[in-house]
């Protein structure tokens, strides 16, 4: 069973950065982030592929977030840029048993907790 602790997050202006992060613990494949505002569904932002470390960004946030991995510290990061008010959103990391990244949250099935950014305008 993989478990997922998400961190960072908080508040910033727009425009500013935040980074979160996602210690990974177990065995797994690829990472996603994913994000909900109040409202509305869950909705893909970002992921990497382990086995050749490629990433996939959705549209929103291509150029402004980058994913990683820090490979010593078995985590995963989200560096978000140019924040905007519509970026505001519970961010989740999430993992499931395929090599493959997708932007369907309900294929996922391990989740971290959740961390809150939220950015004012």
């Known amino acids: 069973q993989v478990q997922l602790v998400n961190s960072g997050g908080g508040a910033a202006q727009s425009g500013g950065s935040l980074r979160l992060s996602c210690a990974v613990s177990g065995d797994t494949w690829q990472i996603a982030w994913f994000r909900q505002a109040p409202g509305k569904k869950r909705g893909a932002v970002s992921c990497?592929?382990?086995?050749?470390?490629?990433?996939f960004h959705g549209d929103s946030v291509k150029g402004r977030f980058t994913i990683s991995r820090d490979n010593a510290k078995n985590t995963v990061y989200l560096q978000m840029n140019s924040l905007k008010f519509e970026d505001t959103a519970v961010y989740y990391c999430?993992?499931?048993?395929?090599?493959?990244?997708?932007?369907?949250?309900?294929?996922?099935?391990?989740w971290g907790q959740g961390t809150q950014v939220t950015v004012s305008s």
């Open positions: 990497i592929d382990f086995s050749d470390g490629r990433t």
């Open positions: 999430a993992t499931r048993r395929s090599p493959l990244c997708s932007s369907n949250y309900s294929l996922y099935d391990s």
